[in-house]
């Protein structure tokens, strides 16, 4: 059975920051690219960033571009994303999901979803 666990969220004043992790089991995490995504009240849910299998390749959403950053420890089949200089619009549960992709910016290519973890930015 697949489990992606995510934790680190909170509640931060505008200005912080937060590190998200992602914890994966029960599949071959090497073996798949990684991302993150947020769902904001009321929104649709969106791409936040991606990273490939290796973690040589990396995307961004333009709107937390230079100020997030995505990695993962293969060895511990975790992923993280750091998270700068937080803003209030950066309120939203953040998912942490698995893809066969490359890297996946689009929220159709993974299959495999977290059960999400509430960050909250406060101004």
């Known amino acids: 059975q697949v489990q992606l666990v995510e934790s680190g969220g909170g509640s931060v004043q505008a200005g912080g920051f937060l590190r998200l992790s992602c914890a994966a089991s029960?599949?071959?995490?090497?073996?798949?690219?990684m991302g993150w995504l947020r769902q904001a009240p009321g929104k649709e849910r969106e791409f936040v960033a991606t990273i490939s299998r290796g973690g040589a390749i990396t995307r961004y959403a333009d709107s937390v571009k230079g100020r997030f950053t995505i990695s993962r420890d293969n060895a511990k089949n975790t992923a993280f994303l750091e998270m700068n200089s937080l803003k209030p619009e950066d309120t939203a549960i953040y998912y942490c999901?698995?893809?066969?992709?490359?890297?996946?910016?689009?929220?159709?290519?993974?299959?495999?979803w977290g059960q999400g973890t509430q960050v909250t930015v406060s101004s």
């Open positions: 029960g599949l071959t995490f090497g073996d798949r690219a």
């Open positions: 999901a698995a893809s066969m992709g490359v890297v996946a910016t689009v929220i159709s290519e993974y299959d495999y």
